[in-house]
């Protein structure tokens, strides 16, 4: 499986950018697909992530800013980063959990990261 991870680069604060996610290399189910952030010096965390259906959930600092969807055709997820802050600055990973059947445990992937820089 591999999780490419792709639109990181440099906005400035209120400015935005689009983060994508394409998942490949597996024809079992996509469950639950997350976007996760780490901050230098900080722990990861969760930012947002989707069910198949398109239910969302979203951390508290982000909500109202970034919108998470999916194509689930595509195996392609995203995340529309609005009204950045510097605060928001991080490598964003991508995290895609595939549901087991009967010879393959459940299990998740993580991308390989992607860097948001926001300059006040």
């Known amino acids: 499986v591999q999780l490419q991870a792709s639109g990181g680069g440099v906005a400035q604060a209120g400015g935005s950018l689009t983060l994508s996610c394409a998942a490949s290399?597996?024809?079992?189910?996509?469950?639950?697909m997350s976007w996760y952030r780490q901050a230098p010096g900080k722990e990861r965390q969760l930012v947002a992530d989707?069910?198949?259906?398109?239910?969302?959930n979203y951390a508290e600092s982000v909500k109202g800013r970034f919108t998470i969807s999916r194509d689930n055709a595509k195996s392609t997820m995203y995340l529309l980063l609005n009204n950045l802050k510097p605060e928001d600055t991080a490598v964003y990973y991508c995290?895609?959990?595939?549901?087991?059947?009967?010879?393959?445990?459940?299990?998740?992937?993580w991308g390989q990261g992607t860097l948001v820089t926001v300059s006040s």
């Open positions: 989707i069910t198949p259906s398109g239910s969302a």
């Open positions: 290399g597996s024809e079992l189910s996509i469950n639950l």
């Open positions: 995290n895609v959990f595939y549901s087991g059947d009967f010879s393959n445990p459940p299990r998740d992937y």
